[in-house]
């Protein structure tokens, strides 16, 4: 063996060992009785270093020992769940400048399922959203390039670069019968997060295009701008989460509180110590609990399902439209030291009532069948968590993979800012009036 492979080994052994050993660690600290379950596997390390001794002695071309011990990396965490993660230095830059609200490409939220790149959402204002990508779209080429078994960071990175460069994506959209291709021009992205206007005298609207650290000071500012137009505090909002792909936890938790008097927002479990916790409401809703009607859809994702879930259970809010994506689960950023760090999927969410969201989504108050706008032969089915290959079950009820049926009904296909006003909107119709028959209930119990 050559003194270049006994060093990949070592490496190998080492990192292995440093999992190892924390694991053992962790459980011997919570329950004795696991430590066999965390020994370390040698029969399947002596495979491991077998197969890495095979391609560094055998394989048709070299292979640097940091290519290889980085893809097995990949490997191990990309079979967990869908959004684990290994992120070089270059995607563990992107993911710290994405959550600041600013970026280099396309403007979709995007995961993987079966090999291929799948849309969750586009983002508002942004190349992706005005070439009329959607949600639930499959990507299959970048460029001339298939996705089939890329990783999914490798496809994030390709769709970034610099702006005014251009890719071709090949889509594979339900409904359409052959696959066609749309040409983009990479952007900076500059993801305004929070976007607002009167819908008429008193009611107000608030969309939030996705989460970001400075989202709820943000929709503390436009909702005083908004009743400084209206000359008087509002009597109705409706905050828009559709195609809201999630975004920061503390945005998210932050926006819930500023609707909420006390109680819970969101609960966190799982195996680590530091993954059981609770958010808690403080003091102070901003409206003065005048009536809010909370839109989502399918492309309601994580955060977004926080903070409809928290609304929800505490009878702040009506959520009004399509069950939403089903992603309740905490990744957690795990540097490495070497500017490269591990996304790891350590904890579910739950709702104020102990509701997992994994896998199964807010169902809303009112469900309305989506009505199409646009002049669209198409029909469209968002994709859902539970559509996600390796996906995380929802642990309530002793539920499984099949028990989860997937909504069968076609989303919107114009929302948010997209329309010019309510009636060119559906959902943000059938919001309005629930606004004024709310509101004027609420009068009536008040006089």
Same mark, same amino acid.
């Given at each position: 063996?050559?003194?270049?492979?006994?060093?990949?080994?070592?490496?190998?052994?080492?990192?292995?060992?440093?999992?190892?050993?924390?694991?053992?660690?962790?459980?011997?600290?919570?329950?004795?009785?696991?430590?066999?379950?965390?020994?370390?596997?040698?029969?399947?390390?002596?495979?491991?270093?077998?197969?890495?001794?095979?391609?560094?002695?055998?394989?048709?071309?070299?292979?640097?020992?940091?290519?290889?011990?980085?893809?097995?990396?990949?490997?191990?965490?990309?079979?967990?769940?869908?959004?684990?993660?290994?992120?070089?230095?270059?995607?563990?830059?992107?993911?710290?400048?994405?959550?600041?609200?600013?970026?280099?490409?396309?403007?979709?939220?995007?995961?993987?399922?079966?090999?291929?790149?799948?849309?969750?959402?586009?983002?508002?204002?942004?190349?992706?959203?005005?070439?009329?990508?959607?949600?639930?779209?499959?990507?299959?080429?970048?460029?001339?390039?298939?996705?089939?078994?890329?990783?999914?960071?490798?496809?994030?990175?390709?769709?970034?670069?610099?702006?005014?460069?251009?890719?071709?994506?090949?889509?594979?959209?339900?409904?359409?019968?052959?696959?066609?291709?749309? =040409?983009?021009?990479?952007? +900076?992205?500059? @993801?305004?997060?929070?976007?607002?206007?009167?819908? $008429?005298?008193?009611? !107000?609207? #608030?969309?939030?295009?996705?989460?970001?650290?400075?989202?709820?000071?943000?929709?503390?500012?436009?909702?005083?701008?908004?009743?400084?137009?209206?000359?008087?505090?509002?009597?109705?909002?409706?905050?828009?989460?559709?195609?809201?792909?999630?975004?920061?936890?503390?945005?998210?938790?932050?926006?819930?509180?500023?609707?909420?008097?006390?109680?819970?927002?969101?609960?966190?479990?799982?195996?680590?110590?530091?993954?059981?916790?609770?958010?808690?409401?403080?003091?102070?809703?901003?409206? =003065?609990?005048?009536?809010? +009607?909370?839109? @989502?859809?399918?492309?309601?994702?994580?955060?977004? $399902?926080?903070?409809? !879930?928290? #609304?929800?259970?505490?009878?702040?809010?009506?959520?009004?439209?399509?069950?939403?994506?089903?992603?309740?689960?905490?990744?957690?950023?795990?540097?490495?030291?070497?500017?490269?760090?591990?996304?790891?999927?350590?904890?579910?969410?739950?709702?104020?009532?102990?509701?997992?969201?994994?896998?199964?989504?807010?169902?809303?108050?009112?469900?309305?069948?989506?009505?199409?706008?646009?002049?669209?032969?198409?029909?469209?089915?968002?994709?859902?968590?539970?559509?996600?290959?390796?996906?995380?079950?929802?642990?309530?009820?002793?539920?499984?993979?099949?028990?989860?049926?997937?909504?069968?009904?076609?989303?919107?296909?114009?929302?948010?800012?997209?329309?010019?006003?309510?009636?060119?909107?559906?959902?943000?119709?059938?919001?309005?009036?629930?606004?004024?028959?709310?509101?004027?209930?609420?009068?009536?119990?008040?006089?």
């Amino acid at each position: 063996m050559s003194a270049a492979t006994r060093h990949g080994l070592a490496l190998a052994l080492s990192f292995l060992a440093g999992v190892s050993l924390t694991t053992v660690h962790a459980v011997w600290a919570e329950k004795e009785t696991a430590a066999e379950d965390s020994r370390l596997p040698l029969d399947e390390l002596r495979t491991f270093t077998g197969v890495l001794d095979a391609v560094k002695q055998d394989y048709v071309e070299p292979v640097k020992d940091k290519d290889l011990l980085e893809n097995a990396i990949r490997g191990m965490l990309s079979n967990l769940d869908p959004h684990s993660a290994y992120l070089d230095a270059e995607a563990f830059q992107d993911l710290q400048i994405g959550t600041s609200g600013e970026f280099g490409g396309l403007g979709i939220e995007v995961g993987q399922e079966e090999g291929f790149i799948k849309i969750i959402a586009p983002i508002d204002d942004t190349p992706a959203q005005r070439a009329g990508l959607r949600a639930g779209d499959l990507i299959i080429r970048l460029d001339d390039t298939s996705v089939k078994g890329m990783p999914l960071a490798d496809a994030i990175q390709r769709m970034r670069g610099k702006p005014n460069t251009a890719i071709t994506l090949t889509i594979v959209r339900e409904g359409t019968k052959k696959p066609f291709k749309v =040409k983009l021009v990479r952007e +900076v992205i500059q @993801v305004r997060s929070v976007k607002s206007r009167l819908l $008429e005298p008193d009611f !107000g609207y #608030l969309r939030i295009t996705q989460f970001q650290s400075k989202t709820a000071q943000n929709l503390e500012q436009a909702l005083q701008e908004l009743e400084q137009q209206n000359k008087k505090p509002l009597r109705g909002l409706v905050l828009d989460l559709r195609n809201n792909p999630g975004g920061v936890l503390n945005g998210a938790v932050d926006v819930a509180d500023d609707f909420l008097e006390d109680g819970a927002i969101v609960q966190t479990k799982g195996r680590g110590n530091d993954s059981d916790q609770s958010f808690k409401a403080t003091p102070g809703d901003l409206l =003065k609990g005048a009536p809010l +009607v909370v839109l @989502v859809n399918g492309g309601s994702a994580s955060a977004s $399902e926080i903070v409809a !879930g928290a #609304l929800q259970d505490h009878r702040r809010a009506l959520i009004l439209g399509e069950r939403t994506f089903g992603k309740g689960s905490v990744q957690t950023i795990l540097p490495l030291g070497n500017g490269t760090a591990v996304k790891l999927t350590t904890a579910r969410y739950y709702t104020p009532n102990g509701r997992s969201i994994q896998a199964e989504g807010i169902e809303p108050d009112i469900k309305l069948k989506s009505l199409k706008i646009a002049a669209d032969d198409a029909d469209i089915n968002f994709i859902k968590e539970s559509d996600l290959s390796g996906h995380l079950n929802n642990d309530h009820h002793g539920q499984s993979d099949d028990d989860t049926q997937p909504d069968d009904t076609a989303p919107m296909t114009i929302g948010g800012e997209a329309a010019d006003s309510a009636q060119n909107d559906y959902a943000l119709y059938e919001a309005l009036n629930l606004l004024r028959g709310m509101s004027l209930l609420q009068d009536h119990k008040n006089g």
